[in-house]
Nanobody, 125 residues
Framework: QVQLVESGGGLVQAGGSLRLSCAASGRTFSRYAMAWFRQAPGKEREFVATISWSGDSTEYANSVKGRFTISRDNAKNTVALQMNSLKPEDTAVYYC??????????????????WGQGTQVTVSS
């Protein structure tokens, strides 16, 4: 069992930066691949970024590639999402998720076993 709690969301102007953090409970955190998804009002939940158990492998959605960076600290049971050059279209609730396997290529929300409650990110133009 893994419990996830996100923090770091807020209101920022376009071009600004935010850093989201996800704190995980449980001694097996390092065995899970982690990911960030987001969901805008009226839209499906979409993949943003994922990182493997060791942190050696990462993947990003094309819409955030080059602007967002996912990282993890297994000693602290945390995963972070550094978001730079934010755009109004990045506005969404951001969710942290954990999976027993690292998925490469396609990223469905249904592949992930545990979810946080989400944190709101609002980017003003």
């Amino acid at each position: 069992q893994v419990q996830l709690v996100e923090s770091g969301g807020g209101l920022v102007q376009a071009g600004g930066s935010l850093r989201l953090s996800c704190a995980a409970s449980g001694r097996t955190f390092s065995r899970y691949a982690m990911a960030w998804f987001r969901q805008a009002p009226g839209k499906e939940r979409e993949f943003v970024a994922t990182i493997s158990w060791s942190g050696d492998s990462t993947e990003y959605a094309n819409s955030v590639k080059g602007r967002f960076t996912i990282s993890r600290d297994n000693a602290k049971n945390t995963v972070a999402l550094q978001m730079n050059s934010l755009k109004p279209e990045d506005t969404a609730v951001y969710y942290c998720a954990a999976a027993k396997f690292y998925y490469s290529g396609s990223h469905s929300r249904y592949d992930y076993d545990y979810w946080g409650q989400g944190t709101q990110v609002t980017v003003s133009s």
